[in-house]
């Protein structure tokens, strides 16, 4: 024979193969792997900074609008303006911080906003009670002859102030913790329902410490309703 076969040394052969290939596969999952928890920790950490962020700006907004009303000298104007000062007041409050929340969700959040395609229908047939006790209210209050600006009042306080927030703490807090984790939403449901709470405690420059525990208790047991409204209907 020209050759001589040594089956020992093609056994070796293939052996070391065998092993660098395996090395190579177990090194390759290992990494893919590795990425893959860290892509997840990233991402989770990456929501969680979009969620407080949310909240830092809502609770600049608020510290800031004061000092910056005064400033501008606008403080003086709306007393002035006797009835409607309260519904001017809101409407200088609440319009600037929703274009500033829509604003920074395009550029930087990235939240889907569910405007299209919202399922009215059955929202409205959750919220039927509060609708109702609403526009019993505003009966109420035309039946006793209430001035015109405290009708127009309840009104733009309800849908500006409503809106404002349920952009914010439904829209883009909740809206941000439950993406990616339609299974385990009691951890979202809290976190905005504390962070909604908290929001409310710089009304403690405005009425007593009491009344604004009661509130802050209220809103956040508010907000465990309106979460499963959104969830229910998005």
Sequence with gaps: PLFIIDKKKIYNYNQNITETLCKICQSFFTRLTDNYFLTQERSS?????????????????????????????????????????????????EIPIIIILLLLNHFFWHQKLLFKGYNWKKALGMLILPLV?????????????APASYIFLAIGATLLIGF??????????????????????????????????????????????????????????????????YMKTR
């Design 45 to 93: 950490m990456k929501k969680y900074i979009s969620v407080f962020s949310v909240f830092l700006v809502w609770l600049a907004y608020l510290l800031a609008l004061d000092p910056i009303l005064k400033a501008l000298g606008l403080i003086n104007w709306l007393r002035s303006l006797g009835h409607f000062a309260s519904l001017t007041s809101i409407i200088i409050q």
């Design 133 to 145: 006790m609403f526009l019993a209210g505003l009966v109420l209050a035309i039946g006793k002859h």
């Design 164 to 229: 404002a927030e349920e952009l914010s703490f439904r829209g883009l807090i909740f809206g941000i913790l439950v993406k990616n984790s339609k299974d385990k939403i009691i951890v979202p449901l809290f976190i905005s329902s504390i962070l909604f709470g908290l929001m409310h405690l710089v009304n403690i420059r405005n009425q007593p410490l009491g009344n604004t525990i009661i509130q802050v208790l209220g809103v956040m047991a508010f907000i465990l309703f309106a979460a499963v409204v």
